[in-house]
């Protein structure tokens, strides 16, 4: 069964299918960066999809489907951005990013309260606002750059375990022939 990864988004192949209700299942994609992306738009903290995970075709605008060989595909650029968890935001950094595909952050809160006539809000409360978003803003730059450290890392790890492995059998190897050269000549 596949379900939607999205938070709170009931979809699944049991009770939306592509026949009946024109829900199609679509894998994140492995662009590190629209990865991160889609990620960020599940709402879930702390998580990793597996190969397994995917996000439904409600989250996506209808313009960024194409048809091929009579089946919905993904631009490679498409972004879930439709009923996810919170709202887009621009990346202040990033030219590349179009609201579409921005870094999602929580919701302000609407204000019910408005001041009276002669009460005036003071641009003060707004500065530590913007300064806020700025700081939330920077923080999830670096946490992207310390998971891309950290990948990068884990793989190099990978790679020399993988090295000493080799080493080791080749060490034994060694070791064989020369009990072997030992046994033979009787040194």
Same mark, same amino acid.
């Given at each position: ?19 009946? $209700?024109? /829900?199609?299942? !679509? *894998? %994140?994609?492995? +662009? ?20 397994? $995970?995917? /996000?439904?075709? !409600? *989250? %996506?605008?209808? +313009? ?124």
């Amino acid at each position: 069964m596949v379900t939607c990864s999205i938070l709170n988004c009931k979809n699944s192949s049991v009770n939306c299918s592509t026949a009946s $209700n024109g /829900v199609t299942f !679509h *894998h %994140f994609p492995r +662009d590190p960066k629209m990865r991160e992306k889609w990620i960020a738009a599940t709402g879930k903290k702390d998580w990793v999809p597996s190969n397994y $995970n995917r /996000v439904c075709s !409600h *989250h %996506f605008k209808s +313009d960024l489907f194409e048809i091929k060989s009579n089946r919905r595909h993904l631009f490679i650029h498409a972004v879930p951005t439709i009923d996810i968890w919170q709202k887009v935001e621009k990346l202040p950094d990033d030219p590349e990013t179009s609201k579409s595909t921005a870094l999602l952050s929580k919701p302000e809160p609407e204000q019910k309260d408005q001041p009276a006539d002669d009460q005036q809000p003071s641009n003060s409360s707004n500065e530590p606002d913007q300064s806020d978003k700025n700081k939330g803003n920077k923080l999830y730059a670096e946490v992207l750059k310390n998971r891309k450290i950290i990948k990068q890392q884990r793989t190099r790890i990978k790679t020399l375990q993988c090295t000493m492995r080799r080493y080791r059998k080749k060490i034994e190897q060694l070791i064989d022939i020369i009990h072997m050269l030992e046994n033979k000549y009787g040194i």
